[in-house]
């Protein structure tokens, strides 16, 4: 999944000429190395002067100039240096003394492995080990073997055949990731083990001829490819080609090449799209998709991916990574411009300037995350290894062999990861040790430092690292995973005042003795109330309110608006009972949207205490309605409270008649709401379990009334009727009660949540809104022409006109 291209290391030049007196006569020929290959000058290269291409035997490429690059070509095994001076002199048009070719082959050329030893022995090479080359390579296939392989594979970029793959590859992304999806592709791949085995396979394979169209794209321009075999890069096993040899093509045959891999994927994508075509497996489908993951992940170039070698082609500069250095220390303004940084041309200094100032900043920060992650990542892996590893051995007894197989990759790929992290880091801090402990020697004082930074470095990672509370514990489901939840291992919230909305922090919770406790691992949905000094009410403009102070950290519940009903019962006084009860009855007019509110909250802030709201609503709607969307609401909840009670029910009812009711029905119905008014007056009286079932009652009531009433004609499931035509009573219903209950930290006594309600003291209510409002406290009256029943609460309601069905009047 990577190809090579040998890393070329930096240009070399000429060193001072040795001096004169010194003879060549003792000399022997000299000769290349066994493997050498010259490559040739690089064609659209981004230097100033085109550098020349050297491949060792063990597969490293060097960049030299051109007149160690003519000395090498002269070298025969027969030449002496004068002849190699003169052939070099010569090409390179300036001339070359014998003593001018000594010197570069003792300085230069000996120490590069390109030439035999005096003595006709190989020379003992070092090869470049980059930290983001690819490690454990391991060839499947020899060059010759290579070249046979992938011939038949270069007709695939004949341009015919490359614009109708491309063509097709584009229309199947979009209709797979925008029309078909992958919903079902995905349920019926990991409903059996078998199916995901062999998406596995085939991407596994498909990874591997990417690399065939490396070869082959190399093949097509001319070039020998070489080897192709598997390696670790990074953290995964992956698939390379060697394409050196594709150095010595133009820059649009390189980038062929290099797009030759992704092209192959899209291949792929067409043929398993055209056998999804003819079998209707959608398991194919994801096939589909790892191939498009496959090529967009190819095209980061900030490693050495495909992507990586295509911007280093376009520039021509194939060491971008050797360029960093340069390139950073020419940003510094007071620093002396490094001649390193002038070698390129302006437009590849630019290009390669960007790049390096976005790649350093993510790799320091991939880097950086990895460090700061790995508790987490090693306690996600320790906890995953343990759930496959008992699965595995599930499926071994009984018998599955697919479902084994799936477990044992999955502890592979869970295994590897983490082995490869700290491969890197490891290895990323013995380079590091090394380098500084080289460049400081004889420098007593700056090794001191440097020793110094080491010392800071390791203090810094063990209090990163060292067991603590949560440091190591597995990654959750729940846990959103952003940038700042990367540091909260490293800085943590201290304290439960830190707590925001949003983010994580720590908080006191009280449970009641024996009861369960939620874990990490077995959460429960629990509602948290996060102090918010802005939410603080304002002072009280009358001294002589009865409105309760609000007390609790959250916004208060806003009045109903037109047509709705509230009960809000807020109870912050020690050892009382507060009720609130709003009952209403609205009609709706013919045409008119139905968005009416039923609410009821109940809050509590005390000690030994209760707080009960009951909202019960019934909306009629007369005749069509083109927007009906009613909402159902209730909420209870305890702040800094000890044995105390909060119980919210609301209750709704909506039925759509095509007409309204005759006076038998009304009169029906008035004589009914006059007792749900007289329940409500009485409520603090019922025990709490008992409301819902008597609400309930009333509202089968309602039906029966309005289904034998003859001019009603009520509409089909509670929906306007198209048509005054008789149907069935179609109610719309829903009851929403909130119980919550207290107990205090130190007495293991639990409180029902519904317990059965004694003499209670006087409810604690605010007086009603008027007309309009759809609200009243305790129970207000219904609005039933010719009659209005008194409020059951602290105050009684004047008689109210006849409500004529048709106006969107809510009860008083």
Sequence with gaps: MTSVHGGPSNPVGPPAPAPASETSASWPPPALADGVQLIGETKGSGYKQAPSLVRRADGQTIQLTRLLYLILQAVDGHRGLAEIAQHAGSAFGKPVSAANVRALIETQLLPLGL???????????????PLLGMRFRYSVTDPERTRKITAPFTTLFNPLIVVAVTASFIAICWWVLMVKGLASATHEAFASPGLVLLVLLVTVLSAGFHEFGHAAAARRGGATPGAMGIGLYLMWPAF???VTDSYRLGRGARIRTDLGGLYFNAIVAVAIMGLWWATGFDALLLVVVTQILQMVRQLMPMVRFDGYHILADVTGVPDLFQRIKPTLLALVPWRKTDPQAQLLKPWARAVVTVWVLVTVPLLVFSLATMVLTLPRILGTAWDNAGKQQAALVHSVAAGDVADAAVRALALACVALPVAAIFYMLVRLGRQA????????????????AAMAVIAAVTAGLAWAWWPGAGTYRPVQSYEHGTLFDATTAIFPTAAGHDLKQGHTGRTVALWPEGARKPTRDDPQLSMVLVPHTTLAPPAASSATTSVPSWVFPFEKPPAPEEGGNQALAVNTTDGSVVYDVAFALVWADDGEDVRNANEAYAFASCKDCAAVAVGFQVILIIGQANVVVPENLSAAANYNCVRCLAYALANQLVLTLDGPLSEEGMAKLSA?????????????????????????????QIIEIVQTDPSAKPARNGTPAPSPSPGSTGPTQSSTPSPVATTPASVGETVPPVPAAPALPTPTAASGPGSGSGQTTASPAAPVPGTAAPDPGLQTAPPAPPTPPGNTTPAP
Excluded: C, H, M
């Design 240 to 242: 390379y080609t060697d």
């Design 433 to 448: 040790v090394t380098g500084l402990w080289q460049k400081t020697r004889g420098k007593a004082w700056q090794r001191a």
């Design 672 to 700: 009914l709401w006059q007792q749900i008014a007289e329940y409500g007056r009485n409520l603090q009286n019922v025990p709490l379990w008992e409301i819902q079932g008597k609400l309930e009652d009333f509202k089968k």
């Design 115 to 129: 030439l035999r030893l005096a003595d006709g022995s190989q020379p003992e090479v070092r090869k470049a080990n």
